[in-house]
Nanobody
Framework: QLRVVESGGGDVQPGGSLRLSCSGSGFTVDGYAIGWFRQAPGKEREGVACIKRAGGVTYYGDTEKGRFAISRDDAKKLVYLQMNNLKPEDTARYFC??????????????????WGQGTQVTVSS
């Protein structure tokens, strides 16, 4: 089954940084718009960022602007989520998924598919 694979999560202190990576298993992500999402315990999954294919236009959720940056390296077939100045409220499991419409409309999560298992990010002192 085709699915994405997330990596790069871990434990970090407040103010620290992490870079998450998203790759494909059984396919490559370079031909797709890719979204990053996160889900904290007891909360709904929310859209974090999305990047379109070929040209890489980017979109962000409301709370991540200025601290998070999504990018892609099609040569390496990876999509990254750089997270800076992390806060305890960023603690969550982070997922990436393919945007089957290519429109990067993060609010319409049903349009994203091939979800991975996620990677855990924990921000604490």
């Amino acid at each position: 089954q085709l699915r994405v694979v997330e990596s790069g999560g871990g434990d970090v202190q407040p103010g620290g940084s992490l870079r998450l990576s998203c790759s494909g298993s059984g396919f490559t992500v370079d031909g797709y718009a890719i979204g990053w999402f996160r889900q904290a315990p007891g909360k709904e999954r929310e859209g974090v960022a999305c990047i379109k294919r070929a040209g890489g236009v980017t979109y962000y959720g409301d709370t991540e602007k200025g601290r998070f940056a999504i990018s892609r390296d099609d040569a390496k077939k990876l999509v990254y989520l750089q997270m800076n100045n992390l806060k305890p409220e960023d603690t969550a499991r982070y997922f990436c998924a393919i945007d089957q419409t290519g429109m990067c409309q993060l609010e319409w999560q049903y349009r994203f598919r091939n979800w991975g298992q996620g990677t855990q990010v924990t921000v604490s002192s």
